[in-house]
């Protein structure tokens, strides 16, 4: 994801002191979600860190959608471009759809992100297909691993895709 902000913001045209800035975010709020499931995991109350039972799942999606809403928000007030806050307050509405639904069903976040990232990338046909193809295995393995139903991962893809196009409206118009 880090990765796919950058080139989010590099297919908008943005500056170079604007990238540098985006991919610091994304690499701080990364580095921020790997250590607190380091820490979930060292202090015994998660079994892994992909945090796929029901209370690992809550805890982490209540960790992850105020920690993107502020990173988001921290982006727009630093004038940073629009399709980098935008990029991470999607990703942001996305866990708090997953979280809202949890008592239903627990939405693929990883199917979700995969679909996004490739939605980041847009700018370059051949780059999202691959990534396309790729979150297709992301969803299959998590199907595989039996972390999720099919419904699960389906979903997962579906609220990717809607946040990838919510996000392409949002730089398109931005850009116009």
Same mark, same amino acid.
């Given at each position: ?9 590099? /297919? ?5 002191? =604007?990238? #540098? ?22 202090? /015994?109350? #998660? ?26 928000? %921290?982006? /727009? ?8 806050? +935008?990029?991470? =307050?999607? !990703? +942001? %509405?996305?866990?708090?759809? &997953? ?12 199917? +979700?992100?995969?679909?996004? $990232?490739? %939605?980041?990338?847009?700018? #370059?046909? /051949?780059? @999202? ?6 979150? *297709? !295995? @992301?969803? #299959? ?18 609220? =990717? &895709?809607?946040?990838?196009? *919510? ?5 398109? $118009? &931005? $850009?116009?």
């Amino acid at each position: 994801m880090p990765s796919a902000v950058v080139c989010a913001v590099a /297919g908008a045209g943005r500056d170079a002191p =604007g990238l #540098w800035l985006a991919g610091l975010a994304a690499v701080s709020l990364a580095a921020c979600v790997v250590a607190y499931s380091l820490l979930k995991v060292s202090t /015994g109350h #998660w079994r892994d860190v992909d945090a796929s039972a029901p209370a690992e799942r809550a805890q982490l999606t209540s960790f992850l959608f105020p920690l993107m809403a502020t990173g988001a928000l %921290a982006m /727009g007030l630093l004038g940073l471009p629009l399709a980098a806050v +935008a990029g991470l =307050g999607f !990703g +942001a %509405a996305m866990v708090g759809v &997953a979280h809202a639904a949890k008592r239903r069903l627990k939405v693929s976040l990883h199917a +979700a992100f995969a679909v996004y $990232a490739a %939605a980041l990338l847009w700018p #370059w046909p /051949g780059v @999202v297909i691959a990534c396309l193809l790729l979150a *297709a !295995g @992301v969803a #299959w393995s998590r199907v595989v691993l039996g972390r999720h139903t099919v419904e699960e991962a389906r979903i997962g893809l579906i609220l =990717g &895709a809607v946040g990838g196009m *919510a996000l392409h409206a949002v730089a398109t $118009a &931005a $850009a116009h």
